[in-house]
Structures are given as structure tokens and as C-alpha cells.
């Protein structure tokens, strides 16, 4: 009896010894700037249009006896709003593991394209993980990372923002004083938001001008200058949009007014917004 009395106190100390079953998380996230690359900074801001790449490994899962494991997972990237940024993406590890990968974890990737008129904020990559042999155990993480966009001010009816005159296409300084000479181009840029965004984040909208001279008359008109009609993933909160004009060498100097003419042909909206420029 004593002997069998040994044996099982050294069994209970051998159980009070052994760490505990470690549940199921997601472990190891990072986000870096190429696949498997070397991690980006937590501080690290990234910019619209750019793709960021993330991954991170799943830990606690259930092995069967004979090594067996199920581990499926989601992910997606969301912005300070909570919209989606691309499709969700998902997967499983379904396999049967041999001796040797005793230390093996499931690693999750994704690749984050940053929408190029994206504003703004903190945004966070959403992983949920499901343990198909352990009840369906559940785990989840949110990442976050940071994206330093242009910002549009929004607004709930129809407007233009930030026109500005520009010296040159690839200026993007505004002119402090919008003169131009007979014969130069004069170039504008500026954002409309408030128009309707419908389902699946569809939007259509266009916009044309008048070139008045100082005394009211029409120099130049264009009925649609451009036009935009989509329905992206990404819900787009703004657009962006430019002019482009070449001036007569022979145009007399003087004051022009710029009549930009925009319609949100979803929304039943349109406004006119006037800019001043001179000929010198």
C-alpha cells in the first residue's frame, strides 16, 4: 500500500507541475512591407493606394491523438468607420501533423491594398479563428495600423472643395494669386463630396464649366467636362477633379470667372461654384 501511495503522490505532483493547456489566440501578429518581410514599426504610418502586408499564427489548438488538426479562420481590413476595406478573405488548416512538427503553428496571411482615396484615421485588421476540434473553440484579434490619407471635410448635401488654380500639371501648390498670360495653361484642382452613394456604394456624378469674361459673356463652355460613374468596394466619400484649359495667345487680358457646373446625377443635386482668374 505504502508503495502504491508513492506512486500516487508523485503523480499529483507531477500534475500540479505541468503547465496549463494553452487556449486558443492569435499570437504573433505583424504587419511588414513585403510577403515574410521584416516587421514594420508600431509607429510606422502608411499611405492610400499602398499594399501592406500581414500575417500572424494561431496557438492552444486541439491535436488529436494520431496529430490530427482543424484550425479555420477569417480576415479583414477595416477603416475608422468600420467599412470594409477589400473582401474578406478565409481559410482552414485541415492536416495531419507528423512527430517532428510538435512546435508547428498555422500561419495566417493578408494582403491589405489601402483604397486610394482613403482618409485618414486608425484602422485595424479583424482575425477570428474557430478550433473545429476542440468544441469550436473561438479567438479573435483586432490589429491596428494607421493611414495618413487626404482629408475631405464631408457634408450632407452637394459641394466643392479645395478648388485651387496650379502653375503647372504637376504643381501641387496653389497659385497665392491666380494670374496666367495669353497662351499659358491654366490648370485647377478640387474635390466634391456630398453626392449620394447608393447601393453597393454606387455613385454617378459629372461635371462641366463656363469661362466668363468680366462682362458676363461666355469665352468657352464645356457641357461635361468628365464624368465618373462606379460602384467600387470601398465606399468612396469624395472625388477628386480637375480642369484644364489653354488660353488664346491672342485672349485679352482682363478677369475671367471659372462657372464649374457639378451634378450628382444619383442624388438629384447640382450645384455651380465660381473661381476668378486674370490675364495679364
Known amino acids: 500500500m505504502k508503495g502504491i501511495a508513492t506512486v500516487l503522490a508523485l503523480a499529483q505532483v507531477c500534475a500540479m507541475a ?5 487556449k486558443l489566440a492569435v499570437i504573433n501578429a505583424v504587419f511588414s512591407d513585403i510577403e515574410d518581410g521584416t516587421p514594420t514599426a508600431k509607429d510606422d504610418v502608411f499611405a ?24 479555420s479562420f477569417t480576415v479583414q481590413a477595416e477603416d475608422a468607420q468600420g467599412a470594409l476595406l477589400l473582401q474578406p478573405a478565409q481559410g482552414a488548416e485541415e492536416t495531419t501533423l507528423s512527430p517532428e512538427d510538435k512546435n508547428w503553428l498555422p500561419r495566417i496571411r493578408y494582403t491589405v491594398v489601402v483604397p486610394p482615396l482613403a482618409p485618414s484615421g486608425e484602422y485595424v485588421v479583424v482575425v477570428k479563428v474557430m478550433d473545429h476540434l476542440n468544441n469550436n473553440a473561438l479567438a479573435d484579434a483586432r490589429v491596428p495600423f494607421t493611414v495618413r490619407g487626404r482629408d475631405v471635410a464631408p457634408s450632407d448635401k452637394l459641394v466643392v472643395r479645395n478648388f485651387r488654380f496650379l502653375r503647372s500639371e504637376d504643381d501641387d501648390k496653389p497659385l ?19 453626392y449620394k452613394i447608393g447601393d453597393h456604394n454606387l455613385f454617378d456624378i459629372a461635371y462641366g464649366l463656363d469661362v466668363l469674361r468680366s462682362d458676363g459673356s461666355v469665352a468657352y463652355s464645356e457641357e461635361q467636362a468628365a464624368a465618373a460613374k462606379e460602384a467600387p468596394f470601398y465606399p468612396t466619400r469624395y472625388q477628386p477633379g480637375e480642369l484644364n484649359l489653354t488660353l488664346p495667345k491672342d485672349l485679352p487680358t482682363g478677369s475671367y470667372t471659372v462657372v464649374l457646373k457639378v451634378h450628382d446625377n444619383l442624388g438629384s443635386q447640382a450645384i455651380e461654384t465660381r473661381e476668378k482668374f486674370s490675364v495679364e
Open 48 to 71: 492610400p493606394g499602398e499594399s501592406i502586408f500581414f500575417r500572424c499564427s494561431v496557438e492552444g489548438f486541439q491535436r488529436t491523438e494520431k496529430n490530427a488538426i482543424h484550425v
Open 18 to 22: 505541468a503547465p496549463p493547456a494553452k
Open 176 to 194: 497665392a494669386v491666380a494670374a496666367y498670360r495669353p497662351g499659358d495653361a491654366v490648370w485647377a484642382r478640387f474635390d466634391m463630396t456630398g
